[in-house]
């Protein structure tokens, strides 16, 4: 039933199966545009896109619980969106390079149609 309506021919078809990506890629990609998809974790990266920061400054500053920041800046750090140094008992977070940053902009631009 579907089949009769396909629009394209058979070389578009065959370019754009040979395009997407493997599941494996999928999957990695969803999970890493999971990072976006969390007002809090977008307030996180939105600071960190600022400045290098520790938990208790992230927490001060954007008036979250620690425990959520923590918790928020560990499923970052496993996403890859965040890096951290440590320095003596002081851990600083920041943006784990200059994409985070162009991904949060080019979605800022978007929603607000710039």
Known sequence: M????????EKT????????????VLELLAGYFQAYSDPT???ILSALSMSELCVNDISTL?????T??????????????VKYKRDGKVI????????VNDIMLNGVNHVLKV
């Open 2 to 9: 579907y089949n009769e309506c396909l629009a394209v021919d």
């Open 13 to 24: 078809q065959s370019d754009i199966l040979n395009y997407l990506p493997s599941q494996e």
């Open 41 to 43: 974790r977008i307030k």
């Open 62 to 66: 954007l008036n979250i619980n620690q």
């Open 68 to 81: 959520t920041v923590s918790h928020q800046l560990k499923l970052l750090k496993n996403l890859n969106v």
């Open 92 to 99: 600083y977070y920041s943006l784990a390079n200059q994409n």
